[in-house]
């Protein structure tokens, strides 16, 4: 699990390194690939561990004190959708990461609404558009990593 | 060759993300077709409004002491320049219609567009 969480913090670091697209808050949302991993090898207690903790290590060493709100409320609206898809057991693990990467999204959004009063509304479909994407590519390597690691 | 997904979870994965697909394109619809030319720029930082301004006057504002340059030109709004690293402000491009918004979120401020009639009386001074 530790493994699984300095896995998770060099895989945030690994992505703030790539250039954004230009719009903010589209990503690819690489560490979530540790997380959706740990969901399912490892169960949800660790997955939600793994999670909280990498955002609060890696806004405490490359972000700023915004960033850990913004990064919080997402992961965490993102983590309790997941675990509830996982439960349900109707989906695989691609349409429980591509929910999990909108979730994500929406929260941050959520985010930015509570602490600032903007108008976000205009950025909901860009940003679902982008969980989307992003949350199937995640979720096809997840599903890969799922099948050929054992533990 | 084994199949990484079970068929039946494949056919309910595509589902979810084709739903996920048309509500982006429908909420991007609705707020395209909902939109109306603003008529001024109003600048909050933490959420309280600090400054308008007309998007029917060309100029250039410095805002929060500096850190953000807002110009308005053409009835648009947008920010020149910001003292952030990222400058992802910058590159949120420029705003005309109502309840556009440009978010600076390490200097916590926002420009909106708003209000319709855009010769708000309490901004002709002298």
């Avoid at chain 2, 030109?73 to 400058?87: I, S, T, Y």
Wanted: charged share 15%; with cysteine.
């Amino acid at each position: 699990m530790a493994m699984c969480i300095a896995l998770a913090m060099i895989l945030s670091y690994v992505e703030s390194q790539i250039p954004s697209p230009g719009i903010p808050g589209v990503k690819l949302g690489l560490a979530n690939l540790v997380v959706v991993f740990a969901l399912y090898r490892l169960g949800w207690k660790e997955a939600a561990g793994i999670s909280l903790l990498r955002v609060f290590l890696v806004s405490l060493l490359f972000g700023h004190a915004a960033s850990l709100a913004y990064s919080a409320s997402g992961a965490a609206l993102s983590l309790v959708g997941m675990i509830l898809l996982k439960k349900w057991d109707k989906l695989s693990c691609v349409a429980v990461s591509v929910i999990g990467g909108v979730l994500h999204n929406a929260g941050q959004i959520l985010m930015a609404w509570a602490l600032m009063g903007a108008n976000v509304v205009w950025y909901l479909p860009v940003l679902i558009l982008s969980g989307t994407i992003a949350g199937v590519a995640i979720g096809v390597v997840s599903a890969i990593l799922v099948k050929r690691i054992k533990l | 060759m084994k199949r990484l997904f079970a068929n039946k979870k494949l056919l309910a994965d595509l589902c979810v993300i084709l739903a996920l697909l048309l509500l982006a394109g429908g909420l991007a619809l609705a707020l395209r077709l909902g939109r109306e030319a603003g008529g001024q720029a109003v600048v909050r930082v933490d959420g309280r409004v600090t400054e308008r301004h007309s998007l029917a006057e060309n100029g250039v504002y410095p805002l929060n002491g500096g850190s953000n340059i807002l110009v308005i030109e053409n009835g648009e709004a947008f920010l020149r320049e910001a003292n952030c690293p990222d400058l992802l402000c910058v590159k949120q491009g420029r705003i005309r219609y109502n309840g556009q918004t440009i978010t600076c979120l390490p200097n916590r401020l926002t420009v909106t567009v708003e209000g319709g009639e855009s010769n708000g009386v309490d901004f002709t001074v002298g």
